[in-house]
């Protein structure tokens, strides 16, 4: 098992407790069973045992040094989707993806920006020079070698937000051709009327981020507005993770390859620390915490910051065919196998990076080969059943997540069974390594036309379902089901419930906090002395429920509305 010391790779075994095994006996499901001509009968079908140990060895293995830390376009690429492959065909899928073959190719471009660039304010009638990586991160998706801007205008734009659906512009309709924005992230904390301890509910959904307050689309309304640069204040609380997560984001920048090679993006994105934005508002004479509460009113406007920035970045540059591995277990009533439920998992990661406590290896063991390893053993199980379902069923590792869900997306713009016929998605991202819960965590809650059947089913677990219980880091918008969703694909996102067997309340989420601090897109996030299967298996077996009650349902799921907010 991988150690969390520079560059372990030592083997300790997983906690083995008798609970495990009694949660991997067989489960008795009573299956609408169809037969043409045929009146429907009831028909038992059983799971076969999810083994920890399986999973483990996957995980072992995806997160291993010699993986690479599996980023797209590298040697760890080519491990990554053989071993996928190859665990499709021995539990039992045929391949589904181009050629006859279990690999759907995926173009992007990959921009590598040189490390010695300088971001210059000149505020005030004083320049400062920022520092790439400690005070900045920036980089650009026009697939140029040389970017630059030039004495661009500093204009401070509260939060880049325009939701004509909550009465709300930053911009109001001033011309920010050529200027370089400076935005905070998130959305618009707005107070409830009713109780100013809390934000109003009506006024972008509260305490949960709407996609207003992502990343991307703040660099989205930039080119919109033909703006140079758009620089993001990062502050953790509001962004989820800490700037070390962003200074991840120092090498090369992936993105599907279009026609216009990334020309209608905006120049320059890059986000800026809390400190050199503080900085930069007082050398422009203004209050940092004055305008960040100015900009919760709809009354904002846009508030030039008497400067110029510049910048250049020199890229490196190359085209990269990554990969989506596909497999496919065929329904079996011929009249609804060109249906399909859809199971994802992304095997990217970050591969190798800056070096942290000694190792440069970026593992992902949880985030995600966890994911991949329950999409295999999940695939194993609906194999070994000697009645398959209905519809059939397509697995789908996805590259290029860590990416902004690169390889989702291209799977929805290119996928095997049309959306209109695709039932349902479920997501695997990251499985539960802390244990046994008393409950599981929807990401989505509300938005999905299969909630019952999760409700349902999780309650015949003894578990109850509940939201996203930190909906303000914007889960719902971070990971592979969002392209599914915004297409209107139902969709399943469970993530650990909260409410851990045997560990005090708030245990739960203290450890989701230690690991983001900790781990989270670090080389540390490796396979662990402590990880418990327990909650991973009973999580899996949910999920085993959910996509084979809507592989066998008659009726297609309702969908819902999602679009991209």
């Known amino acids: 098992m991988v150690r969390a010391d520079a560059g372990g790779n030592g083997e300790a075994p997983v906690r083995d407790s008798k609970l495990v095994r009694a949660t991997v006996v067989v489960l008795v499901l009573v299956l609408a069973g169809c037969a043409a001509g045929r009146a429907d009968r009831e028909v038992a079908q059983s799971v076969p045992l999810i083994d920890p140990e399986r999973l483990l060895g996957h995980v072992r293995v995806l997160a291993s040094d010699e993986f690479e830390g599996r980023a797209p376009g590298t040697r760890g690429e080519e491990l990554t989707i053989d071993y996928i492959a190859k665990q499709f065909g021995e539990v039992g899928l045929a391949p589904a993806g181009a050629d006859g073959g279990y690999l759907q190719p995926v173009p992007l471009t990959a921009i590598t920006p040189r490390p010695d660039m300088a971001l210059r304010f000149n505020v005030g009638g004083s320049t400062s020079t920022l520092k790439f990586r400690d ?17 661009a205008e500093l204009v401070f734009a509260g939060y880049g937000v325009q939701a004509p659906e909550f009465g709300w512009d930053d911009f109001k309709g001033v011309d920010l051709r050529g200027k370089a924005l400076v935005v905070l992230v998130g959305d618009p904390p707005v107070p409830d009327p009713k109780n100013p301890e809390a934000l109003d509910p009506a006024v972008f959904e509260g305490r949960a981020m709407t996609y207003y307050g992502r990343w991307t689309y703040k660099y989205e309304m930039g080119a919109r507005l033909g703006a140079a640069a758009v620089l993001i204040v990062h502050e953790t609380e509001p962004a989820g993770y800490p700037f070390a997560v962003v200074q991840g984001k120092t090498g090369e920048q992936l993105d599907l390859a279009t026609p ?57 540059l190359r085209e990269v065919t990554s990969h989506n591995v596909v497999g496919r277990l065929a329904g079996r009533d011929k009249n609804a196998r060109d249906e399909a439920v859809v199971f994802v998992a992304h095997w990217d990661h970050f591969g190798i990076g800056p070096e942290v406590n000694g190792d440069r290896i970026y593992h992902g063991a949880l985030d995600n080969a966890s994911g991949v390893a329950g999409m295999i053993e999940l695939a194993r199980a609906y194999a070994s059943l000697a009645t398959k379902p209905r519809r059939s069923l397509i697995f789908v590792s996805v590259t290029a997540e860590e990416q902004n869900l690169l390889g989702s997306q291209y799977y929805v713009e290119h996928p095997v069974v049309p959306l209109a016929r695709t039932a349902a ?20 809650l509300g938005r999905s036309g299969i909630d019952e059947v999760v409700r349902r089913l999780a309650a015949e677990q003894g578990r109850t379902v509940v939201p996203d219980p930190q909906p303000e880091k914007g889960s719902f918008f971070r990971s592979d089901h969002f392209p599914f969703a915004a297409a209107g694909v139902p969709f399943v996102d469970l993530g650990s419930g909260v409410d851990y067997v045997g560990r005090p309340p708030g245990w739960g989420l203290k450890m989701r906090d230690e690991y983001t601090a900790k781990h989270y897109h670090k080389p540390s996030d490796t396979v662990r002395p402590e990880w418990n299967l327990e909650g991973a298996v009973e999580d899996l077996q949910l999920l085993w429920r959910i996509g084979f009650t809507v592989a066998e349902s008659k009726a297609m799921p309702a969908r819902k509305a999602v679009g991209r907010q």
């Open 135 to 151: 005070d900045f991160v920036a980089w650009t998706k026009r697939f140029q070698p040389r970017v630059t801007v030039e004495g």
């Open 260 to 316: 216009d090679r990334g020309a209608g993006r905006v120049a320059v994105e890059g986000w800026i620390t809390l400190e050199q934005a503080k900085r930069l508002f007082a050398a422009a004479g203004q209050d940092y915490e004055t305008l960040k509460r100015a900009a919760c009113s709809r009354d904002f406007r846009p508030l030039p910051l008497d400067g110029t920035m510049s910048v250049a970045i020199d890229n490196s």
């Open 425 to 444: 998605m479920i997501n695997l991202d990251a499985v539960n390594v802390l244990g046994r819960t008393r409950d599981v965590s929807a990401v989505g």
